[in-house]
């Protein structure tokens, strides 16, 4: 080969790997943007947000939904909110009917520990992050964090103050929620462990109700009072139950100053129950914030990339004696409803 045709082909070749350094420079550079994006995103993007509560009826999931979307509005995202209507099916179909959509993220209450993981399953397969927020699934592999303040916690402080307030002696009916529901089971361990401890405390363990309206709490407490007369307490594992429990305790002719009754929830009307002594005392899961909660930490995942799997909500309790001033010291819309 002649000088020039050698020169010739040795730049031909120079030409052909500096353009396949460039493209495998330009692959690899591909790749880490993959990399670098991780599973949070930007969160200076405006984000689609879905929520889906147990039920309507009940104040705190109306709340939470009001406390996710605002501050979910105040980010600058897009949010759009159901509920399921304590219908496992009815929230499974809603929350596949909302996959298609493609929202950037979930935040829901799972009326069901198993129904709902095939959906939030598919959720996790299209990077759709999902926040579960007062109560969880089964699997926590398909969810991105779990928002919830400790229900064991807020059982074992609702039996204390039972306790308390009977002096260690006295019979205590107890009115669940919903069997296998974690809100009502860790709330009824509680229960069991701080009463029967107390050698001078009866406990009569009722029913559970199936749900959490006043009607039910009416009907099961009515019936609880035809056996046990002398109750001196009533536990209920939510306000609503109380409230219609009050109401059988009146129209049973006992006196509401003769027996201590407790509920959880801590929505508008159980507070004004608390104040005015129909209810001794309730823990406010101060839903308006904890679907705030929800939303930071959605915020969180998608600025960092990745956030803690429990986050522990913040409640409040209100008693008859300190009703008045707390919730004039809270601002019950923004900290604590």
Known sequence: ?????????????????????????????????????GGGGDSSEAKSIYLNAYAQEIPYFRDWQAGATAKAEELGWDVTGEYGNTTPEQQVQQVENALVQQPDAMVITPIDEESLVPALQQASDQDIAVITLGATVSDPNVITSFVARDNYDIGKQKAEYVVEQLGGKGKVGIIHGIRGLTFSEEQAKAYEDVLSAESGIEVVDGPYTGGFSADLGLDA?????????????????????????????????????????????????????????????????????????AIDTLNTFYEDGEVEDRIVSEVEVFTTENAADKRAELDQRIECN
């Open 221 to 293: 407490t009515a019936n609880m009072l035809t056996s046990n007369p002398d109750l001196n307490a009533i536990i209920y594992d939510n306000d609503d139950l109380a409230l219609g429990g009050a109401e059988a305790v009146r129209n049973a002719g006992i006196n509401l100053d003769d027996i201590v009754i407790v509920g959880t929830d801590g929505g508008e009307p159980a507070l004004d129950a608390v104040e005015d002594g129909t209810i001794d005392m309730t823990i406010s899961l101060c839903g308006f914030r904890e679907g705030s909660s």
């Open 1 to 37: 080969m002649s000088r020039r045709g050698f020169d010739s082909a040795r730049l031909r070749w120079i030409f052909v790997a500096s353009v396949a350094v460039f493209a495998l420079a330009g692959g690899l550079a591909a790749c880490g943007d993959d990399d670098d994006d």
